[in-house]
């Protein structure tokens, strides 16, 4: 965890000379301004200015001024970029002119969030991902296309699988960059890949997932192709899904975190599944659409895996358009109620939910508009929205 100071004088030891200011837009898109590395003292003192009228969801052009204030502990030194002249990147927090937090900055959003359940529950939530995408083949234009990379199948190895030596890539660059993937595989789809990661605390979690997906499109163009994290690309093939583990480092309340987050499954959709293609995802290749749990069973909306200490539950519903710093947000909040009212999960379902067509479990909204009106609705997501 680097401060201000150490930050400054790995900038004048590395031979830094550009600064990447990183922050999110309300749908979770990473957008940045670049500041000279002699600008950075200055930043952390006032902050960087820029534009909230032209970022989706922030403010109108009449009051139109935020300030972006790095986060000294997220730097991280870009490494395909020249070793002369280095350039870095940081993570921000949004603030008004007067310094007070902006209200829909989502990073924020989620450090009150793990504060509060802190201090309310007495224990923390720790996240791990588990993020799918597809790489598809450039056009003669450069333009992306719809053809699979590869036509490999599930956890199949080279020669069919040719995007080995991509995640490979990935990885390596994940891990210069301070982030430690755990695992790696061809997925169900061709040119459909999976890169997992070991839990961490709720932010750094999010910041990883940001700076993953970064990193794939990157890598994806820097080698001819072009990497899609929709959640549906392919009509007729297994959609791409945003898996979210998560384990209480109080073991003993397991069971109200995970009937605290199928209380507000249905209401949290919206923010979990945030487009049109999302919905022709859920209920098909093992992406599940009915609000219960079972052990060993990816045909529920959360399945509890089979590991040895037994503590950890696997959201599978969630894709990568989401914004994870807001569904990370709501999750924590969700467990907080589990905690606080004692509520008790109901009885696990061990049937194949994709088969059991007569089953009376309830399912998740199946349009974005029926997802929409239920959250709209909702006084758990306004309580957290208005915060």
């Not at 949004?94 to 924020?108: A, L, M, N, S, V």
């Not at 993020?131 to 719809?146: A, C, M, S, V």
């Amino acid at each position: 965890m680097y401060t201000e100071e150490e930050v400054l004088n790995l900038i004048e030891e590395e031979d830094v000379k550009f600064i990447r200011l990183a922050f999110f837009d309300c749908h979770g898109r990473q957008k940045n301004i670049s500041i000279m590395a002699n600008c950075l003292a200055k930043a952390f003192k006032n902050g960087v200015s820029f534009d909230a009228s032209a970022i989706c969801g922030f403010e109108t052009p009449e009051k139109s001024d935020l300030f972006l204030h790095p986060d000294p502990s997220t730097i991280s030194i870009i490494p395909w970029r020249p070793n002369t002249g280095k350039v870095v990147r940081m993570f921000c927090n949004i603030k008004y002119p007067d310094g007070r937090p902006y209200q829909k900055d989502c990073r924020t959003m989620l450090q009150n969030a793990i504060s509060e359940f802190k201090k309310e529950c007495n224990c923390s939530l720790n996240f791990g991902s588990e993020i799918e995408f597809y790489l598809f083949k450039l056009d003669e234009n450069g333009n992306p296309t719809k053809i699979p990379f590869d036509n490999a199948g599930y956890m199949d190895i080279a020669p069919e699988d040719k995007g080995e030596n991509i995640r490979r890539e990935i990885c390596f660059t994940l891990e210069e960059m301070g982030i430690f993937p755990e695992t790696s595989h061809h997925e169900e789809g061709p040119g459909q890949n999976e890169i997992d990661f070991h839990y961490s605390d709720a932010l750094s979690a999010a910041d990883n997932a940001a700076t993953f997906k970064w990193i794939v499109r990157t890598k994806a163009a820097a080698n001819g192709l072009y990497a899609d994290f929709s959640p549906k690309p392919l009509a007729d093939k297994a959609g791409s899904g945003f898996h979210i583990n998560i384990s209480c480092t109080d073991p003993s309340k397991n069971q109200n975190v995970l009937a605290g987050i199928l209380k507000h499954m249905k209401e949290m959709t919206y923010f979990m599944n945030t487009t049109e293609g999302s919905y022709n995802r859920l209920g098909s290749h093992k992406a599940p659409k009915h609000i219960c749990w079972g052990k060993e069973n990816r045909s529920t909306c959360i399945r509890l895996p089979a590991t040895k200490e037994d503590c950890r539950v696997e959201i599978r519903t969630a894709d990568c358009e989401c914004n994870p710093y807001l569904v990370f947000t709501l999750i924590i909040y969700a467990a907080m109620d589990g905690i606080k009212n004692n509520l008790q999960a109901p009885q696990e379902v061990d049937l194949n939910l994709f088969e059991a067509s007569d089953s009376k479990v309830e399912a998740l909204p199946d349009t974005l508009d029926c997802a929409k009106e239920i959250a709209m609705k909702s006084d758990f997501i306004k309580r957290i929205i208005e915060k």
